[in-house]
């Protein structure tokens, strides 16, 4: 099966069965997704959700949470991974979300990335959601989904990201990005994933390498 024909189906298949998905992060404006997509690196959506409603209680905005002290930032957030690089990343960020762009979360990459805490998954998550940019985040689900299914044999986060951005139509990439990540959480589980129950194995590359591995045992 040629790549551009996977990408058929699989979007297809999708764009019936998942039309409306979204980020499970909860949020209610541009600042508290941004704040919660950095929370999230190598972390759940659950425990960000569990952790976010304090910290926006206290820090409702960027001038609030620019001038906040790290241990208080610390201490709300100290069941995340990572709380002290975090918090250290949540209050600069802030201070340049305020002070360089009038508290306004840009909508640029290239913008985006200028603030601590904040990488090209990072970016492209905010810019897609909030923004609706052609562009798609590849987390550590995204990437094993993807080479996975066979939408790439990229190496690397950027390679995968690359692949995806040239064979999925601009119109679908930013919903693309929630396919795929909850995909891989649900269904393409790193480990046991559940491909029996998989409703796009027929096009899967790794699925249909271990039917023909069983049927020639």
Not at 106 to 119: C, D, F, N, Q, R
Request: hydrophobic share 40%.
């Amino acid at each position: 099966m040629r790549k551009k024909e996977r990408y058929l189906h699989i979007i297809e298949w999708f764009k019936q069965n998942m039309a409306l998905v979204e980020t499970e992060l909860n949020y209610n404006n541009p600042f508290e997704l941004l704040v919660a997509v950095i929370l999230s690196a190598q972390c759940t959506d659950k425990r960000v959700n569990l952790t976010t409603p304090k910290l926006f209680e206290q820090y409702p905005d960027a001038k609030s949470l620019s001038e906040a002290q790290f241990e208080d930032v610390f201490n709300i957030i100290k069941s995340i991974s990572y709380p002290n690089n975090k918090a250290k990343h949540l209050i600069a960020m802030a201070k340049i979300l305020y002070e360089k762009f009038n508290s306004i979360v840009p909508s640029e990459i290239e913008e985006l990335m200028t603030m601590p805490g904040v990488g090209r998954k990072t970016a492209n998550v905010v810019a897609s959601i909030i923004y609706n940019k052609a562009v798609i985040a590849v987390d550590t689900h995204v990437f094993r989904v993807s080479r996975r299914l066979g939408l790439s044999s990229g190496k690397t986060v950027n390679q995968v990201e690359k692949d995806l951005e040239e064979n999925i139509a601009e119109e679908y990439r930013a919903i693309a990005h929630h396919w795929l990540i909850l995909h891989g959480r649900y269904v393409c589980k790193a480990i046991k994933p559940l491909c029996e129950e998989c409703g796009i194995n027929i096009w899967c590359k790794d699925y249909l390498r271990k039917e023909l591995k069983i049927a020639r045992i």
